[in-house]
């Protein structure tokens, strides 16, 4: 019986505090005045009185009514009811008279104009808030209505009144003011009681909604309600918890949440807290929290969240029952003549349908839970312990997240601690679980018959809460109607608080003399249920078919009847059928027919064989099967053994140690308690007789238990029914003997753990070196409760006496594995400290003394003969290529890829492989045979050159063949090729550190003439490496080089200089002209002393390095576009635009630019070098190619420097230092340079289809700090670039396919360029929508939506002359700059010109993008997650989204060169996105990249003398060994692969060839991409070399190579069929 109040409080509003800014509540009364010895008094009750504060209000306000939940600090719960009015404040009527001006007394009683709360609380440990409502209202009613009642004795009965906790009973009582109550206690006060506020939470959220809070609770994550309503808060938190019934919520719980104690909100634990929506703004600032609006409908999860939700199928079976129950007439409503359906359920019916449907789900959840609980003790109380990883594996839910965080949480404990002990009072969810799972299974996807079993539970949940159909008659008083609005209403009255101690003592006088009504609780077996099975019905595998159990029966039988042939046959097999779980279970139990008295000897070829099998079984065995495979094989390692010698013995388990699930706490832990409850169950078996069970009354439906678990369980019942009527010294004797039984366990499990964590070779102590140890408590496996130990035992290592010991690091490192798990299973088991001393004390003996013996087995084991191992095979080299050192002997494993492996497909498994790994001067190589005999005598060969090496790394690897092999080397190569090996045993550590280092030194070598390229078959020449030399190197020892390289080519001559004449495309040198003739007046010169001499008189080293360059493939090219002659003077033509420049002929103007340029013609050199100080890298922007009908030029560049062309620049090369004057000179000459480009570039105006030049003003291009001023002949400028439906004339056939055709490039990135790409597709254009030459009457087609793959509707009318306007409205250049350097700037609008800012992906993300890409095509292991597949993958990694978008962007600048624009691309350094672009528009535009004397030139062009750094993105010196490999070239050839791949016959070459290119730009075998520019080229004299007789030339060529393998066949043309 319990009290229906503990306390009755009145609290009011604390005028003495008004001055605040915030009012306080205080209590007034409170009784009884001193607190329960059973129930202190809560604290803290004013402030939860008025959640929102206490504050004044100028009218009075309809009573509220609420409860509050209080937690002390016992977890205990205590409810408060709070009924709250508001009554006038006298302490502040007369300052409120004052304030309005009254100064009449006219002796009339003036109304109240300030009225405060105050609130009547009732405090109890009962949840009852319709029976507190109806006593506290009761009490307000005599207060209001002025009833002729006591109130002292109306409070005095309500702490009198005693409440039975449950069984059913009903409880009349009054409080002596003309009230009849009832009280009615549920049947079993373990089941929740919720009345309908469960249905109301899901008519608030819904099903999806609360759905997710469901998940959330039992994820322990934090949950707010929040709502302008605090009973609502309430009813949703009660309900919440209800839910997630058999579990209890643990974690803080607090319904309503007052406004000081917000800050509760921030509390790292997870919690359910109720807040008023007033405060929604502090809550939303939340950022792991989720939020439940109420009155919205909504609920909020952050994007930092991740909600875990229910496995499949129970998900979508609990949502389609949940449907059924709250929406009835779903499944009905399309039917044209839908059933009579009878009335829905009412509102508190329905409540308990929702809950049915949740209890069902925790009985499919936690179907044969009791088959994995694991009894440790049962006197004087149990102890159980619950097997998580038992129950997930057979459950087959290991990788299932929800339910393992399920599992791991606090109410998952309290669950087992609860529901654990096997003789308990049993509940309906007891019931359900045990008896009726399979109905619920068998009811899938049957509407009627779930339905109909739903309803039967609800029918239960009604009846606990509603036992008696016939209420008695209730009557309850209630004030008035509109009593509340009463102008003249008293105070509350003061209690008097004497009477109601004395009327309070007098009655529980009276009760003391009455004997107290105890309820008696009815305990019994509680029904074990069914086992626990997998929740998906799944077929068995392949591996575990009847045919794969024999092959393992009838190895081990070979093994043991020493017929050794037959064996070496089936053993592959039969390692490979040990993938499955059924196999591994055969392998136990035909291994354990063989062991005879706990031993077994072998002899050396029999134990290899089992030792091997043993290996494999671990080796393959899941994480769900781990402990038990590895728990069941543990005794079979103790009994198989081998004689090395008189006196020696080696056990198996010294060879089967490499598995980490040995340094795994979770396995001892649960092998030790399984172990100890076959000792309890053996214990209580000797004792008593087995047919104790018949003595029970059980259920009909309660099978006999035959299984262990149960026997045990069942005996556990029995002896907990029996131990109150033992004697104390029975029950003492019971305790001692469970006690012995434990601590013998503990100490056979120390030497178990003794022999498995000691290496035989104790110089390798790797496997507890590298298992996480530290946090004991967190790793465990378990839910222990009851335990009976209250704290660890102390570590006595100190006190061992074998701190000296030798090998001393080994030893510690177990003792104090061994120690730490005494100290927990034994504290748990309830071990005497006594016990858990003798065991610390005892470990270290008992590792020294095995130390010891391992000492002579392992001396003895190495004299062993050696196991016959396959020759070494050793690999066929390339011309030049020689070993570094000898092959390392290997095994090959299988990667990720499964066509090595024989694969689910089937085929040969030609991996593993055994054989050896060497290290060439230019390759890793592998070479061996497969280890299976009948995959044939095949040769198993991988390999790739060490350049293209991106990562090695250390691993360690398990090997089915060799039980010995524990360190491996993965290697990852550019090539997407992948060496996974593990070493064998006669390979040592400091082999491999040695074959690590070589591979290090030969793949970042000191000097390009180490590389494979120049050092093949010969001998390195002494040179000075580029990074010792001078950082300023002269200009005399340049020169110097230049001539050096001349002479060596045979083309110095000295003599007479003779001139050329001109020609349109023949090189013209000028010897004639001066200074004048060179810089003509014109508007773009200007002078500046410092500058490069203009004197065009060469010396003649000079001339000849001028006729080396003439020769080089930039030169070439120009000529083949007309690009201009060099000359000066009256030898240039006036109709020249542009010119060709050998300013740069020394290197000086810009060391990564070739030294001829295309210039514009009015520019003078000496303006060239304050131009580049504009751009990065003196890039200054130069033409590369112009366009053969259209006459529109491509210009590239590096981007500029700074802020704006006007920044401080400063140039890298070693003269260009110059003063601060020369900023702004550089500056006007930019402007003019531009200017000038603006002139030569066409500007064309398309008038009845004939291309008319047009006048260009001069350029002003300033940063964005002036007001815009529009003009009016701003408005009729230039439009933007030629649209999508323009139809522009195309010179052939495969530039109009790829231009019509361009959003078909990568229709299967398509969606990915949407998502993630859209951020790009609008930043790159935004300046084009946005331009000031957008003319808002023509519905021109979105440029970045064109690039998306949209079109814009133009209607077949107006399409020709919208067409012919925008072609108007073109502008003449278009420069492609970066977005962050082009914001803020501005050109006159009159301009023929726009800036177009573009964002790109940088070298970080083309090397992070290229990693993704590698483990998607070659992943190192086969990945168990299914929805990880390859396009997924290849997806996640956006390397065919940045494909995507560079083929967009080159489209775009092909479309704007084909329609007569001009575009300068000036982005980042100018060497990696600039040369992907401008190379991909050329080849788009010009036939003739598409031969292939053509792309040799364009990557000779582009690549080579433009600049790009290729050692450095392929990191192959030392210096960039940390920097990653970038591969920007191969992005090139990958996008060239996607053009050619859909229009084949355009191209000259085939892929083949594009292969070839790919391959040997990171194998360094070719010296063409080892360096970084014709600079560093000339540097290291191998620019020059072409002329050289071949005996002196250093290096191959690729295109030399190329040559000769096309002259012998066509293997490079694309044949056209």
Partial sequence: MTRLADYFVVVGYDSEKTGSVEGSGKIIQRFPRKDWDDAPFPQGIELFCQPAGWQLSTERKQPTYFVVVLTDIDSDRHYCACLTFHEAEINLQGCKRDEIGEEEDTGLIQPAQVFAPKSLVLVSQLDYPEIFKACLGLIYTVYVDSLNVNLENVITNLFTCLVPVAGGSQKLFSLGAGDRQLIQTPLYDGLPVTS????????????????????????????????????????ASRALESLIFPLKYSYPYIPILPARLLEVLSSPTPFIIGVHSMFHSEIHELLDVIIADLD??????????????????????????????????????????????????????????????????????????????????????????????????????????????????????????????????????????????????????????MLKHIRELAEQLYKNENPNPHMAFQKVPKPTEGSHMRVHVPSFPKINEDKVETLLQESLAKHLNSPPAVRVEKKCIVPAGPSVVSIMDRMGSIFNSARR??????????????????????????????????ARQCLIEELSLHVQQNRAILDHQQFDYIVRMINCALQDCSASEEYYVAATLLPLTTAFYRKLAIGVNQFAYTCVQDHHVWANQQFWEATFYNDVQSQIRALYLTSRNENFLSNFKQKDKDPLPTEQEKRVMDLAAEQLRLWPTLHKEKQQELEKGEENTVFSQAIHYAQLMVYLLVPLDTSKNKLL????????????????????????????????????????????????????????????????????????????????????????????????????????????????????GEGLRVVLDSDGREEASGGPLGGPHILPAEGALFLTTYRIIFKGTPHDPLVGEQTIVRSFPIASMTKEKKISIQIQLQQNTQEGLQIRSSTFQIIKVAFDEEVNSEMVEIFKKHMVRFRYPQSIFT??????????????????????????????????????????????QSTVKKKPVVLTIDERGNRSGWNEEDEVSASDDGELPTSSTLKASEKSTMEQLVERACFRDYQRLGLGTIGAGSSRSKTEHFRITAANRMYLLCRSYPGLLVVPQPVPDSSLQKVARCYRHNRLPVVCWKHSKTKAVLLRSGGFHGKGVVGLFKSPNPHSAAPTSTESSSSIEQEKYLQALLNAVPSLSKMNGCNTPTGHPNIMLSPDTATDKRSSRASSAVKQVVPTHLDVHLPNSFTRGVLGYRDKLFTHSQQKSTVKGRVFNQGMW???????????????????????????????????????????????????????????????????????????????????????????????????????????????????LQIHRILQLAVVIAELL????????????????????????????????????????????????????????????????????????????????????????????????????????????????????????????????????????????????????????????????
Avoid at 203 to 222: D, M, Y
Avoid at 299 to 316: A, G, R, T, V, Y
Avoid at 550 to 564: A, G, L, P
Wanted: neutral net charge; contains cysteine; proline residues 5%.
């Fill in 196 to 235: 309908t506020s469960v249905a109301l939470l899901f008519q608030q959220l819904g099903i999806q909604q609360v759905f997710s809070l469901f998940c959330a609770v039992l994820t322990e994550n934090k949950i707010i309600f929040h709502s302008t309503s605090h009973q609502r808060l309430g009813e």
């Fill in 1011 to 1056: 590389t494979f390229a120049f050092a093949a078959g010969q001998n390195a020449p002494q040179i000075i490496l580029p990074k010792q030399k001078e950082k300023n190197t002269s200009f005399r020892t340049l020169s110097k080089n230049i001539v050096r390289s001349a002479k060596k080519a045979g083309k110095m001559t000295i003599g007479r």
């Fill in 769 to 884: 070196r590298n298992a996480a140890t530290g946090d004991w408590e967190s790793g465990s496996n378990s839910f222990v409760t009851n335990s009976i130990a209250g704290s660890v035992a102390e570590s006595y290592d100190t006190e061992s006496g074998f701190e000296d010991a030798e090998n001393n690091d080994v030893a510690n490192a177990v003792i104090r594995f061994i120690m730490r798990f005494i100290d927990k299973v034994c504290t748990e088991s309830g071990v005497t400290q006594d016990h858990i001393k003798n065991l610390h004390c005892m470990i270290p003996g008992i590792v020294a003394m095995h130390i010891e013996t391992l000492e002579a087995v392992h001396r003895e084991s190495r004299r062993l003969p050696p196991i016959q191992k396959p020759k070494i095979l050793r690999p066929a080299l390339l011309p030049g290529e020689e070993f570094v």
């Fill in 1326 to 1440: 935004a300046s084009l929508r946005s331009s000031s030459r957008f003319n808002a009457q023509f519905s021109t087609t979105d440029v970045g939506a064109r690039l998306a793959g949209k079109e814009s509707p133009v209607t077949a009318g107006c399409d020709n002359s919208l067409q012919n306007q925008l072609l108007k409205r073109q502008a003449a250049l278009y420069l492609f700059g970066e977005k962050s350097q082009l914001r803020g700037f501005k050109l006159d609008l009159a301009l023929n010109c726009e800036l177009i800012p573009v964002d790109y992906c940088d070298v970080r993300q083309v090397k992070a993008s290229f990693k993704k890409l590698m483990r998607a095509c070659a992943p190192s292991r086969v990945s168990n997650d299914t929805d990880m597949t390859l396009y997924r993958l290849l997806g996640e990694s956006e390397w065919l």
């Fill in 296 to 449: 919205g409908g909504t609920i909020k999860i952050p994007e930092c969240i991740h909600l875990s939700q229910l496995p499949e199928p129970l998900l979508h079976q609990t949502q389609e029952a949940l449907s059924l129950v709250i929406h009835p007439d779903l499944e009905v409503a399309d039917y044209a003549f839908p059933p009579v359906r009878t009335a829905p359920s009412n509102l508190r019916m329905l409540d308990k349908e929702v809950r049915a449907v949740f209890l069902r789900l925790f009985a499919q959840l936690f179907q044969g839970y009791r088959s994995c609980l694991q009894l440790i003790r049962i006197h004087p109380e149990p102890v159980i312990h619950f097997h998580k990883a038992a129950f997930l594996g057979q459950r087959g839910l290991v990788e299932n997240d929800f339910l393992t965080k399920v599992l791991d949480g606090m109410a998952f404990a309290g669950f087992v601690s609860e529901r654990g002990p096997p003789y308990r009072s049993c509940d309906l969810f007891d019931d359900l679980v045990a008896f009726d799972v399979e109905r619920i299974k068998s009811e899938e996807g049957i509407p009627p018959k």
């Fill in 1458 to 1617: 084909e329609s007569g624009s001009s575009v300068m691309v000036s982005l980042e350094d100018g060497m990696d996105i600039t040369t992907q672009i401008v190379s991909l528009a050329q080849l788009l535009c010009d036939p003739f990249y598409r031969t292939l004397e053509g792309f040799k030139i364009l990557i000779e062009k582009e690549w080579l003398s433009f600049g790009h750094k290729f050692s450095q993105r392929s990191n192959l010196t030392p210096n960039s060994q940390g920097s990653g490999f970038a591969p920007v070239f191969l992005q090139f050839l990958d996008c060239v692969h996607q053009i050619h791949h859909q229009y084949p016959m355009e191209f000259e070459f085939n892929q083949y060839y594009l292969k070839f290119l790919a391959y040997h730009y990171v194998s360094n075998r070719y010296k063409t991409f080892l360096l970084d520019s014709d600079y560093e080229r000339i540097e290291h004299g191998i620019l020059f070399e072409d002329k050289i007789d071949k005996q002196s030339k250093r290096g191959i060529c690729i295109w030399e190579c190329i040559d000769r393998i096309h002259k012998k066949g066509p293997v490079f043309f694309q044949l056209h069929v």
């Fill in 549 to 582: 159990l024999e092959v393992v029966r009838n190895c081990i039988s070979y093994i043991f009847e020493y017929k050794v042939l037959e064996t070496e046959k089936t053993l592959p097999a039969a390692l490979r059928a040990l993938k499955g779980r059924v």
